[in-house]
């Protein structure tokens, strides 16, 4: 009889699954690996319990964490913005995160530390962008630190952004205040529309010797619209090969 139920378990396990979750998730393999480990040790049910308040505290981390990545429009792709490669250029005036996560209490000092983090990464910019498509949720919590950032970058003589905010987003911020704190004329509804504003708001002097060029904007007329005398190479076949839009 027990080889019999030996059997039947054994044809229950997904190996396949398994194999995959290995390869892509530290915090799902060792949720797998304690659940595991519990179940040849204890009695099923305490095993269980603990698979689960593994797991929860594997998702409270995750979602505690939120990455910001820095990115930056793909000349090949438009206004697609992709992860800033190590050697890419970068533009000496703006810079541009992307919050991947929710902003609320249990996250916002981390956002903080991350937020500091990238200032002192590039302490010349004097624009900051939020790209905030991925921001699911917002708390009182999340909101106050938007404005705080806002304020505290503003008195360091930066200007921060939002673009890309979710409608029940917005509305929190609305409804709270923090849009007006932060400045209306600084949320933008897309991508497009917060870096032509923003370009128009750079250094004309800055501009006219910078040779990253990393926006459409920047291959033809500087932010005051004075002509450039060279695309850059990248930009102009990526112009070419895409055709009229």
Same mark, same amino acid.
């Given at each position: 009889?027990?080889?019999?139920?030996?059997?039947?378990?054994?044809? @229950?396990?997904?190996?396949?699954?398994? *194999?995959?979750?290995?390869?892509?998730? =530290?915090?799902?393999?060792?949720?797998?690996?304690?659940?595991?480990?519990?179940?040849?040790?204890?009695? @099923? #049910?305490?095993?269980?319990?603990?698979?689960?308040?593994?797991?929860?505290?594997?998702?409270?981390?995750?979602?505690t964490h939120p990455r910001l990545t820095r990115v930056l429009p793909d000349p090949a792709a438009g206004r697609r913005f992709d992860t800033v490669a190590v050697d890419a250029p970068l533009c000496p005036q703006v810079d541009i995160l992307r919050v991947d996560g929710s902003l609320f209490f249990g996250a916002v000092e981390h956002v903080r530390d991350e937020l500091e983090?990238? *200032?002192?990464?590039?302490?010349?910019? =004097?624009?900051?962008?939020?790209?905030?498509?991925?921001? +699911?949720?917002?708390d009182a919590s999340g909101?106050?630190?938007?404005?705080?950032?806002?304020?505290?970058? *503003?008195?360091?003589?930066?200007? $921060?952004?939002?673009? +890309?905010?979710?409608?029940?987003?917005?509305?929190? $911020?609305? =409804?709270?205040?923090?849009?007006?704190?932060?400045? *209306? #004329?600084?949320v933008f509804d897309t991508k497009d529309e917060a870096i032509r504003s923003i370009y128009a708001r750079l250094d004309v002097a800055t501009c006219s010797r910078c040779k990253a060029r990393v926006f459409n904007e920047c291959q033809h007329l500087l932010p005051d619209g004075t002509p450039r005398e060279q695309q850059r190479p990248d930009f102009a076949l990526a112009s070419h090969g895409s055709g009229p839009k």
């Open positions: 009889m027990a080889a019999v139920l030996f059997i039947v378990a054994w044809g @229950l396990i997904d190996f396949a699954m398994i *194999r995959s979750l290995l390869r892509t998730s =530290r915090g799902e393999a060792l949720t797998l690996a304690v659940t595991f480990i519990a179940t040849l040790s204890i009695r @099923l #049910e305490v095993a269980i319990l603990i698979g689960v308040l593994v797991s929860l505290l594997v998702y409270l981390n995750r979602t983090a990238a *200032r002192v990464e590039r302490p010349d910019i =004097r624009h900051l962008l939020l790209v905030a498509s991925a921001i +699911n949720f917002v909101a106050e630190l938007l404005v705080q950032e806002a304020q505290s970058l *503003r008195a360091a003589g930066v200007t $921060l952004y939002l673009c +890309n905010l979710k409608p029940q987003v917005r509305t929190v $911020l609305k =409804r709270g205040g923090q849009l007006d704190a932060i400045g *209306r #004329e600084n």
